[in-house]
């Protein structure tokens, strides 16, 4: 039997971390809608991680590379392929269709609709963080529900996958091309996104399951139906010799001889 993707014990939990990074999403977008300054949380976060120019700046760059287009589309073909490997269909279908739902959703429906800009471009929820996270968000949760893994190498797994995670949104800061809560943003939309999917994909998944196992019910043969009535013999006397080939002549025998 294909294991679920979020077992039925901490699903409550993963819908209310969806709930919470959805409102995350909402409360940013209200609050910077159609700005273009940086708020105070902002102006906080960028005095923190403030890097001058040097290695650790292009270091930063480096890391803001692996969300672009081409290193994202191939993370996300090696992440079905893994998807499959380690979880069957299941995870083929997690790691295609969540972090392509967290980006459509980013690019094509949040930024237009939020319309907060930075540097002249629509910046909440940040692309770059809304792909990597997505992708390793997804990624964990198949590695986290692989039971012929140790323990210690999925913990390992998911440990790294958030380190970068964690990376990529501070370099986005650190290269000047996002502010702080673009990328908090981008991480709400990235986990709400993949644990919606996998949500929907073990619900039908396991009603496509109970509805195949229900049998089938079991096709009974139709009576013929009986000569009619009239060919009934009462009881009685049995005819004469005329009377009776009558009766053979009507289509009627007599059972009883």
């Not at 809304?130 to 590695?143: G, I, K, N, R």
């Amino acid at each position: 039997m294909i294991r679920p993707l979020l077992p039925a014990r901490y699903r409550r939990t993963a819908g209310a971390v969806m709930v919470l990074c959805i409102g995350l999403v909402a409360a940013l977008g209200v609050h910077f809608a159609g700005r273009a300054q940086a708020g105070r949380l902002d102006g906080a976060i960028s005095g923190v991680l403030g890097v001058p120019r040097g290695p650790l700046r292009l270091a930063a760059h480096g890391f803001v590379d692996l969300g672009d287009p081409a290193p994202v589309a191939g993370a996300l073909a090696v992440l079905v392929v893994l998807g499959w490997g380690l979880r069957g269909p299941r995870g083929a279908l997690l790691g295609l269709l969540g972090p392509l739902l967290a980006m459509v959703s980013t690019s094509l429906v949040l930024k237009p609709l939020v319309g907060r800009t930075h540097a002249g471009g629509l910046a909440l929820p940040s692309g770059h963080t809304t792909a990597v996270v997505s992708l390793a968000a997804a990624a964990a949760l198949l590695l986290a529900g692989t039971l012929t893994l140790p323990r210690a190498g999925r913990l390992a797994g998911v440990a790294a996958l958030g380190t970068l995670s964690v990376l990529v949104a501070v370099s986005l800061v650190v290269a000047g091309q996002h502010y702080g809560t673009d990328t908090f943003a981008g991480v709400g939309v990235a986990v709400a996104a993949v644990l919606l999917v996998a949500l929907i994909i073990d619900h039908v998944a396991e009603r496509w399951a109970l509805s195949s196992a229900l049998p089938l019910p079991v096709a009974t043969k139709a009576r013929r139906p009986t000569r009619s009535s009239s060919c009934d013999r009462a009881p009685g006397p049995r005819p004469g010799p005329i009377a009776e080939r009558r009766v053979r002549h009507a289509g009627c025998v007599d059972a009883s001889r």
